[in-house]
């Protein structure tokens, strides 16, 4: 059995998963029993992440070396990951690896740097000046894994943007630094400052301060719903990129696509997440039915099966449609993470794809590709958030303060309006602080 649901267009609209928003999902059962642990007694992961984001805020260092201990298994008497450690991390890599890292940071750097726009808009008078924010926080999720490439993505676009400092965080191992892969691509990219902080305190940390570990203005990076229930607690105190969700993957098929390319890309994304999302729209049944048994085949046999079927029991489906140009209202309503368009039917779509937060053309453009190397970012929208917002990107970290220095006779044409307005609000102090000038200028 194949673990993808066949539907059809109305049933996927009606389907109330497929109209999901963000939401918070609860904590596994391992996770569930492990803060009754932490907490002795039942509490909800909410509260949890509330209770240490507030330690952290109060106790600085010793509630993240408390919290790291309790949590990681991990004591850390300094954080701070020494920057010799990080070059011998880089200089320990196989020449094969070093290569790929630095040949994917220069693409994806080549195409950030197309999103640069440093031109103040307007006047002397009037006008909107750029300027990039003062210090930016990485996280890049650790443990039992490493993403060396979430370093690139998270790091390179703040670089781009002219961040002048940029701190980042990722969890410790048993030995209190940071994963060598992730250590390794931070010095390629000339980040000197690396926390092996994990975690709701890793979050807390870049947001509050701490005694060793200066306040950000803005959080970035992807990680597990504790990290992202952070960022939303801290969310206010600075700015964050997003709070992300589980994987998604929407591929658009006509009749000449790839069943096999498409079986195989619907598995890369379940595998991330028992709650990722994997779903096929075509206009051919036997695409349908190729895909079908091509996931029947590669799912099962893939090193992540047991992730894969649960995630594809919960949200795997194939959804036909009649006609190709049906999928486009059904790719907006979803607004998926990534859309891949696959077949000549469904790349001719490619310019009016609407609310996907990437989306990958062609049978040589896979979601994959995307992760490392393409060039656009792989920190994306997740659970309907394509509809307000788009990958990170250079302009994240860069804000535009309005400056307004008005001539004498911007004053004399605009006052006498501002005056009105404010008398129609009520506030009288506003109309005298300009009624004031009004009668100095004809003095």
């Known amino acids: 059995m194949s673990g993808l649901r066949h539907l059809t267009a109305s049933e996927w609209r009606a389907d109330p998963h497929a109209q999901r928003r963000f939401s918070i999902p609860e904590p596994d059962p391992a996770a569930a029993a492990r803060l009754r642990d932490l907490f002795g007694g039942p509490i909800s992961a909410v509260d949890a992440v509330r209770a240490i984001v507030a330690d952290v805020r109060v106790r600085g260092d010793a509630a993240v070396a408390e919290w790291t201990q309790r949590i990681d298994g991990v004591q850390i008497a300094q954080a701070r990951v020494d920057a010799d450690q990080m070059a011998a991390c880089w200089e320990a890599l196989g020449p094969g690896l070093r290569n790929a890292l630095t040949a994917a940071a ?201 992730v894969i079927a649960d995630s594809a029991a919960r949200h795997g489906a194939i959804v036909t449609v009649d006609d190709i140009e049906e999928a486009l209202p059904l790719v907006a309503a979803f607004a998926p993470e990534h859309v891949s368009l696959q077949g000549m039917g469904a790349q001719g779509l490619r310019e009016r794809v609407r609310g996907a937060g990437a989306v990958f053309c062609g049978g040589l453009s896979p979601v994959s590709m995307g992760d490392y190397i393409a060039g656009p970012n792989h920190t994306l929208p997740t659970q309907g958030a394509a509809r307000y917002r788009g990958p990170l990107s250079v302009m994240d970290f860069v804000r535009w303060p309005s400056i307004v220095d008005l001539t004498a006779a911007d004053f004399d044409a605009l006052a006498p309006v501002a005056c009105a307005l404010a008398e129609a609000e009520g506030l009288l102090g506003h109309e005298e602080a300009i009624r004031l000038r009004m009668e100095e200028r004809v003095r």
């Open 106 to 306: 220069e693409r994806i750097r080549g195409f950030h740097e197309l999103q640069v726009d440093d031109r103040p808009r307007g006047e002397q008078s009037l006008c909107l000046r750029p300027e990039p924010l003062h210090r930016a926080g990485c996280y890049v999720p650790g443990g039992r894994a490493a993403y060396p490439s979430t370093v690139l993505m998270s790091v390179i676009p703040a670089q781009v943007a002219g961040v002048e400092s940029i701190a980042l965080a990722s969890p410790p191992s048993q030995s209190g630094a940071v994963h060598p892969l992730v250590a390794a691509a931070a010095h390629l990219l000339g980040v000197t400052e690396v926390h092996a902080i994990g975690g709701a305190q890793a979050i807390a940390a870049l947001a509050y301060g701490t005694e060793t570990v200066a306040a950000v203005d803005m959080v970035v990076g992807p990680g597990n719903i504790f990290v992202t229930l952070a960022k939303r607690e801290v969310f206010g105190a600075v700015g964050i990129d997003q709070l992300a969700g589980p994987s998604e993957i929407l591929v658009v098929a006509s009749a000449d696509a790839n069943p096999d390319f498409i079986a195989a890309d619907l598995v890369s994304q379940l595998e991330h997440d028992p709650l990722a999302w994997a779903v096929c729209i075509t206009d051919s049944p036997e695409v349908r039915d190729a895909v079908s048994a091509a996931f029947a085949i590669r799912a099962p046999a893939a090193a992540r099966a047991g």
